[in-house]
């Protein structure tokens, strides 16, 4: 389910639309992702008590469709404390709550700002079925809570999440999932999120799990779907009786778990035949298809749940825009999109004519801004103040803050909303100008590193690639060959003060992503000079940082929530 923060009475109604279908389709049980009532996650609207009652009614109202089937449904209860809860709706009310018992507190996670941790497990009797309940984290944790249910006899656990989404996160979760499915002999239900919400992409990937940890069901990524399974539990049941070694371990623990007042199983009469399953859905590959297909939902549902009609960009002819570009026009239509191409007296004609002919191959509005006049009336205003002094970074930087007010000009008089172009790479050493590049209201490729930009283009470009835009291989190849370079002076290149790339990125993957220092740096076969050069200018550029727009995660760490740094700090790592 895609719900959206705030919105408890959409996110209500898609829920109920739900359990109608999940019902008319014979399902014993629907369930919904974690906190599906107000979305994920509601941060400090968790510290209102309107919110938190408009929560407790919607649920209530909920509840009036529970008939003919078992709903659990996440929000966040409001108790003695606040609990992170599932709820379980049948015959018209609310049943039962279980309480999440582990609350993550790291990365781009603050649950314990917000939450009581809960206290035991819990498992329920639906027909001669005992199900266990649990709560995103808690089946990340071995052992308690899933152990304790599966020790009291639940042959299925129901995890109901809001997992957010990295590069290659499916998998590693469905692997998760099946080890936690072997050590218990049970089979487990995993019941996903799915959207953007603000830097956050959920991937949706829901899935079922038999009991040998054999996948038997699982959802389209980054989609809404319901999806229907049958699940045999007299097979875990049955792998139990075989299983001797779990007889000591029950016999001698004293799980702590609670145990809900049972329900009848809502479709005893039904012939197993009458459901209708979905079928096992494929995870995208390869993992460029994956982050491609992130990116653009975690666009489309910023643009679009915050109501914006259009977007707008600059199109430079380089790399980056051309990336972001192709995102905006895959995600919301070619209709939707507007490029401004704003070249100064060193934007080349090779790269003016490539970004037209992209514009043009993915039929996005295009909109061209002279900026050498107000360059020059920048150049006689400030005459009298710089006279003496040598051009620098200084005449550079005002042609990015040229163009990102004429920009955010547009943004102003239209109403649309201004994606940023700048990568991981530039982000993590400076390399943006405040109030010019890092101008706009959504920096789609914030986390996505400079090289990782090349192959999400080259796949753009590939057959493999949807043609949504209407344009097979939208990216002139002269783009993806042509050397970086800002060009806001003559002859311009990135690596005259950078190092290459590819180099580049090695290093700021271990030092942002890994916390590795200096000497573990340089010890892995990386030159000292550039590890040098890139630690000082990440630590220099945070306070950049701190004032650029939101941009979608996709990496293990991703600047803003993932990773809170001072910008004050005069730590600086030592040679040893």
Not at 20 to 36: S, T
Not at 87 to 107: C, F, S
Not at 192 to 208: I, P
Request: charged fraction near 20%.
């Amino acid at each position: 389910m895609n719900a959206c923060v705030g919105d408890i009475v959409g996110n209500a109604q898609k829920a109920s639309d739900s359990i109608v279908a999940a019902r008319e389709a014979g399902a014993d049980l629907v369930a919904f992702p974690e906190l599906a009532l107000t979305g994920y996650p509601p941060e400090d609207l968790l510290l209102r008590e309107h919110f938190l009652a408009d929560a407790a009614a919607a649920l209530r109202d909920l509840a009036n469709h529970a008939y003919g089937i078992v709903v659990v449904v996440g929000l966040p209860e409001r108790a003695e404390d606040v609990y992170n809860a599932a709820a379980i709706l049948a015959d018209g009310r609310v049943h039962a709550v279980y309480r999440k018992m582990y609350l993550p507190n790291y990365g781009v996670f603050d649950e314990q700002r917000y939450f009581q941790a809960g206290t035991s497990g819990a498992v329920i009797d639906i027909g001669s079925q005992r199900v266990g309940v649990t709560v995103c984290e808690d089946i990340w944790e071995p052992g308690p809570p899933a152990s304790d249910e599966a020790l009291a006899g639940a042959t299925l656990i129901l995890n109901i999440s809001a997992s957010p989404y990295h590069a290659g996160k499916g998998t590693e979760r469905e692997r998760m999932l099946a080890q936690r499915a072997r050590e218990n002999l049970a089979c487990v239900a995993f019941c996903a999120l799915v959207g953007g919400q603000d830097e956050l992409v959920f991937d949706g990937h829901s899935c079922v799990i038999d009991h040998t940890g054999k996948t038997i069901a699982r959802a389209r990524q980054f989609e809404e779907q319901l999806l229907f399974c049958e699940v045999d539990l007299a097979a875990a049941a049955a792998a139990r009786l075989r299983e001797t070694g779990h007889r000591p371990l029950a016999r001698h623990s004293n799980p702590s778990v609670q145990t809900m007042p049972a329900l009848p199983s809502p479709t005893a009469e039904r012939e197993p035949s009458q459901l209708d399953c979905s079928p096992l859905a494929e995870p995208l590959t390869p993992v460029q298809a994956e982050i491609y297909a992130a990116l653009s939902l975690g666009l489309r549902d910023y643009v679009e749940k915050n109501s914006f009609d259009q977007v707008l960009l600059g199109l430079s002819g380089g790399i980056d825009s051309a990336l972001v570009a192709c995102l905006a026009s895959d995600a919301l239509g070619a209709e939707r999109v507007n490029v401004a191409i704003m070249p100064s007296p060193y934007s080349s004609t090779a790269t003016q004519d490539d970004a037209r002919l992209l514009a043009s191959r993915l039929g996005a509005c295009v909109h061209e801004l002279q900026i050498s006049p107000v360059m020059d009336a920048y150049a006689e205003t400030l005459k009298s103040e710089f006279e003496g002094l040598k051009e620098d970074l200084t005449e550079e930087n005002i042609q990015a803050r040229i163009r990102g007010n004429l920009l955010m000009a547009l943004s102003n008089k239209f109403g649309w909303l201004v994606l940023t172009t700048g990568n991981k790479s530039e982000m993590s050493v400076g390399y943006t100008t405040l109030y010019g590049d890092l101008a706009g209201g959504f920096a789609v490729i914030k986390d996505v590193p400079k090289t990782l930009v090349y192959e999400l283009c080259k796949w753009r470009n590939s057959q493999a690639a949807p043609p949504a835009a209407g344009a097979s291989a939208p990216i002139p190849t002269s783009i993806i060959e042509r050397a970086p370079s800002a060009e806001l002076r003559e002859g311009q290149r990135d690596e005259d003060s950078l190092p290459p790339y590819e180099l580049l990125d090695r290093i700021l993957h271990g030092y942002i992503e890994l916390d590795q220092g200096r000497e573990q740096l340089i010890s892995s076969g990386l030159p000292a000079a550039g590890v040098d050069l890139a630690i000082r200018l990440v630590d220099l550029a945070e306070y950049k940082r701190r004032q650029a727009p939101p941009g979608i995660k996709i990496s293990t760490r991703a600047f803003g929530r993932d990773r809170r740094m001072p910008i004050t700090n005069a730590y600086r790592p030592q040679p040893s």
